[in-house]
């Protein structure tokens, strides 16, 4: 009789750990809405991010998108409003929203006055729609050259910053004559400059 006793001890036993695991599974599992949530984030983040066709795979790991591609101008672009930036290689975290662009780093800007630049290496964040430009940062527009050693783009507000330093400052040029700075303010439509830090330049006679 012990026998049959022990048995049935053992399945009742059985049988409330498998209810307690699957309660551990249900608590550990995201709920259905916030498996949506989840899921319409990561659409949302997608939609700022293009890879162009190439050799290369991509991993996505928790909450960071790594993307392993063999090395290529624009092999991957980011677009926000009127402006693309193309880049080499990504790696792109969900979590902070950053995606890390490697260079070399073109910038297109359409419009009436087409933009053209270029960087060493470019940070774009999905959540305030804003790129940052480092290292050889480099603008022309409508005869207009401008170099700085960072610049952050404001698309939605249709401008930019262009850092430099004492050493090293922000230079723009047309055949009119030049201004430099420390810190200028940029204009994406039409080009034009505002030396906000450290004004100096010069310019030829009309």
Known sequence: AS???RARRELVVAAQCEREEQKQRQRQAPRPRQRHRQQQQREA???????????????????RLELDLKPAPRAVE??????????????????SGD??????????RSGDKPLQGNAQRMIYNVDDEILRLFGEVRLVQDGRTSTAD??????????????????KPVRS??????????RVL??????DVVV???VKGEFQDP
Do not use: C, H, M
């Open 3 to 5: 026998g049959p006793r």
């Open 45 to 63: 983040d997608a939609e700022a991010l293009a890879i162009a066709p190439g050799d290369g795979e991509a991993r996505l790991k928790e909450d």
């Open 78 to 95: 980011v677009q926000q409003g009127k402006s693309k930036a193309w880049g080499s290689r990504l790696d792109y975290d969900n979590a």
């Open 99 to 108: 995606a890390r662009l490697a260079g070399p780093i073109e910038l297109e």
């Open 150 to 167: 960072s610049a952050v783009v404001r698309e939605k507000d249709r401008i930019a910053y262009l850092f430099g330093s004492k050493d």
């Open 173 to 182: 040029q047309n055949k009119d004559g030049f201004v430099e700075g420390s």
């Open 186 to 191: 940029y204009n994406l439509d039409t080009g």
């Open 196 to 198: 906000l830090e450290g």
